[in-house]
């Protein structure tokens, strides 16, 4: 925890559930409990779970010039979004290769917040915002609850009129057991679940009061691990941990196209002139790898960084293991050469503590219509 700098007004509580609190992006976080990840898995795709992800950095940014900070160093056409509305964004460096990830949240005509993960995010905001008029706050007050799973919408009916229809990326000011929350239908889960920002003074009370009010419908607290056996599934990706910056490509700096991790989606359509935008639609058909994913057969998961062999020669990387108790699924997500990222493709993966025969499967494996997570009523 010598890292940390930064800190969770949960802390006591994920203690009392076994956590060390080991360090991710600067503050402690639960990243296991003592109950058992898998069942924390199968809790969130059948009931709810609740999970602080505040280790997520939020900015606000506030001033007439905020707009145009946000559409230099994001993908996306921002003056299209609306107030109440948020949408999934990368950022780019003048390689046009991935930074960093984050959802930008608009609260009014020039007010906006971005969340993001353990990218250079916040440097490359302060460094456009530098001589504007854009204020840009750093807040670590603001506490990021996120319940997650099929009975999140049914808890949250009881005390946020109107809760039912809000919409996938939209947000709403409100208020939870008396305290001023921001509640977005946003996730890192594929289910349909909702973020809850709200002050660290009020954290504990919102924690505690979702986990003894919701016992009873089955919501549980769930460790930050459980991520990545959802994410897999919903094939959602943890930058920089899918990326080259942990599996560096031999001989070659760090550094990814949004085309080779599938990505290239966050790029509003016809946009230029965000940073980086030249070399990104020039890599367009030049992917050196492609982001894919895997079915390995038998019941046990891969490592982190396990070998994917075929016809005689490495052909890729795992970045993320998964496996479903409720599928009877072993999963992953693999960096793999373009010709081996095709459906049924037979791989092999050669691991740590795994040697099994796989297949190359398309990604999302859970949901692929996304269904869930846009559900209406």
Sequence with gaps: MTLSWRFTALGDRHRALGSNLE??????????????????????RTKAGLMDVSGL???????????????????????KIQPGRSVYAAMLNERGHLIDDCVIYRNGPNSWMLVSGTGTAHEEIIKQAAGRNCAVLFDDDLHDLSLQGPVAVDFLAKHVPGIRELNYFHHVHTTLFGAPVTISRTGYTGERGYEIFVRG???RLVWDTILSEGKE?????????????LRVESYLLFFP???????????????????E???DFTVSPGKTGFRGAEEHYRQKGNERFKIFGMLIEGDKMADLGDEVWADGKKVGVITCPSYSKLTKRSMAI???????????????????????????????FDDPEKKKRTAKG
């Design 334 to 364: 693999a960096r793999l050469d373009v010709p081996y990222a095709r459906q049924g493709v037979k791989l092999e993966v050669r691991g740590k503590s795994l040697n099994a025969s796989a297949i190359a499967h398309t990604l999302t």
């Design 241 to 259: 941990y899918d990326n080259s910056q942990m599996y560096p490509l031999p001989g070659q700096p760090a550094g990814d196209s949004l085309w």
């Design 57 to 79: 950095r939020k900015m606000h940014l506030i001033g007439p010039h905020a707009i145009a900070v946000l559409e230099y160093v994001t993908t996306r056409s921002v003056a």
């Design 261 to 263: 991790l599938g990505l």
């Design 201 to 203: 003074q009020d954290a």
């Design 23 to 44: 360090d991710w992006s600067g503050m402690g976080t639960a990243w296991t409990y003592d109950a058992d990840p898998f069942d924390q898995h199968v809790a969130i």
């Design 217 to 229: 419908m089955g919501i549980i607290p769930c460790c930050f691990s459980t991520l990545d056996l």
